[in-house]
């Protein structure tokens, strides 16, 4: 690689004069220039590097510029870039095999979108033509992408300006840290947090309800693993009343948790999932909607009134038949359930033992997060002031992490090694020491 310095000050220039970001007031805002990437390492123009304990937006579970990866698009775009989605292409059929391969038995057919938010919208409608009802249920802590009924979906703050579609029907799913409940073990809190899930269902008319729509572990909304009998009572529920029971993988799936799937590690299946992300790790944008035989044969007959031009693009199809190839070839799945019961698991619990602004860690494979709070008695966040300076101090130390709201989210990419582990838990400690 060759650095040139004077690329980040003009990489700002024209981000600045034309680029509007998300999520954002245009402002003042400093984003970090990333030039390049390898495995866990991003780095700018000018050669300052960052071990990226972030994976973008969670999504880089190959890490970056994978090879094989990278190959299998070159060699697709030589081939045919672009092709429409009525037709049949080999490297689609190659790619949607692939992927209900790792999905439960009784799963065959794949809907192409172009990222997680149209994913969820296509699920969503689904299950409104499956059931001929209405309205989906959903948690306040959770995202499902930024469209029509993935935000109103969305339980975050984000769906509030948002709130255009009809339908909607949040519920708090289960949070033992933070429990709604008054809940005093996991099993309580999730005993709890059932019971006010069927209340809501009933309480609105179980006949109006087509979905409930989940992550399996929300992401964003702070890692929060599923206490035991949480999701297959969800799946009870939805049987007992005729509901579609929609798992958003978008995040915790391909491999995040050390699994293929997240509910891999539950005792539930769900009628329809939803995938991006770690399904060709973001190197070209693609999502999709995996179909249960029950509701896919429906449509056999009848019309499913929803498309996208570059549904099934052979870029994105290539991507995804390279990434879950060398995924497979090189154990990158396991490599992650590795990383998290022997190096992350001890030393994120060591660093909280250590550290008492620490109030909670909880996670799995490379899927944890640390819960920061001012006051470890009344668990009051650690305020914005506070991550702000931690997130600075980690940067400066080169290690970019991902921080949400009081926490920092510890999500490296699925290749991570033993040693850029030990690298990442050393600087959050210092950054940690800092605070003190
Ligand atoms: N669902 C979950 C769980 C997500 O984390 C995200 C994005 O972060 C989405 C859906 C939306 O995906 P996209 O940004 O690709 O539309």
Redesign the pocket.
């Known amino acids: 690689m060759t650095f040139d310095n004077s690329l980040d000050a003009r990489t700002l220039a024209l981000d600045s004069a034309h680029v509007f970001h998300s999520w954002s007031a245009q402002g003042a805002l400093s984003p970090l220039v990333i030039a390049g990437g390898l495995g866990s390492r991003v780095w700018d123009h000018a050669g300052t590097t960052y071990l990226d304990f972030s994976s973008q937006?969670?999504n880089v579970n190959i890490g970056h510029q994978h090879p094989a990866v990278v190959a299998a698009i070159t060699e697709q775009a030589g081939l045919l870039s672009t092709i429409g989605p009525a037709t049949a292409n080999l490297t689609r059929g190659e790619a949607a095999r692939r992927i209900v391969e790792h999905a439960p038995d009784g799963f065959e057919k794949v809907f192409f979108t172009n990222?997680?938010?149209?994913a969820?919208e296509n699920a969503i409608r689904l299950a409104r033509l499956h059931t001929g009802r209405d309205k989906i249920v959903s948690t306040y802590r959770s995202?499902?992408?930024?469209t029509g009924a993935?935000i109103v979906s969305t339980g975050d703050w984000r769906r509030i300006p948002n709130e255009y579609a009809r339908g909607h029907v949040h519920v708090f799913g289960p949070y033992f840290y933070r429990s709604e409940f008054w809940a005093t073990t996991p099993e309580q809190e999730s005993e709890r947090a059932l019971h006010h899930l069927e209340r809501v269902i009933q309480a609105e008319g179980p006949g109006s309800i087509a979905g409930v729509l989940l992550?399996t572990i929300p992401?964003?909304a702070g890692v929060l693993v599923p206490p035991p009998g949480y999701l297959a009572g969800v799946r009870a529920i939805c049987d007992t009343y005729g509901i579609v029971l929609i798992l958003?993988e978008?995040?915790?799936g391909f491999g995040r948790t050390g699994r293929w799937f997240a509910f891999d590690g539950y005792d539930v299946t769900p009628d329809l999932i939803?995938f991006?992300?770690g399904v060709n790790s973001g190197y070209v944008p693609v999502?999709g909607v995996i179909i249960s035989d029950a509701i896919a044969k429906q449509f056999d007959d009848q019309v499913f009134p929803g498309g996208l031009t570059y549904s099934g693009h052979p870029l994105a199809a290539a991507s995804i038949v390279g990434a879950l190839d060398a995924m497979a070839a090189e154990g990158v799945v396991d490599n992650a359930a590795r990383i998290g019961r022997d190096l992350l698991a001890p030393a994120l619990t060591e660093l909280a033992e250590k550290h008492a602004v620490i109030g909670d860690v909880r996670g799995e494979g490379v899927f944890w997060a640390l819960e920061l709070v001012a006051d470890a008695e009344t668990r009051e966040p650690l305020p914005a002031a506070q991550m702000a300076a931690l997130k600075k101090t980690m940067l400066q130390a080169g290690l970019l992490p991902f921080v949400q709201d009081n926490r920092i989210h510890v999500v490296p990419p699925c290749v991570v090694t033993d040693d850029e582990v030990a690298e990442a838990i050393d600087i959050y400690d210092r950054a940690l020491s800092s605070l003190d």
């Open positions: 937006l969670v990222g997680g938010a149209d969820n995202y499902h992408g930024n993935a992550e992401g964003t958003d978008v995040m915790a939803t991006a992300k999502g």
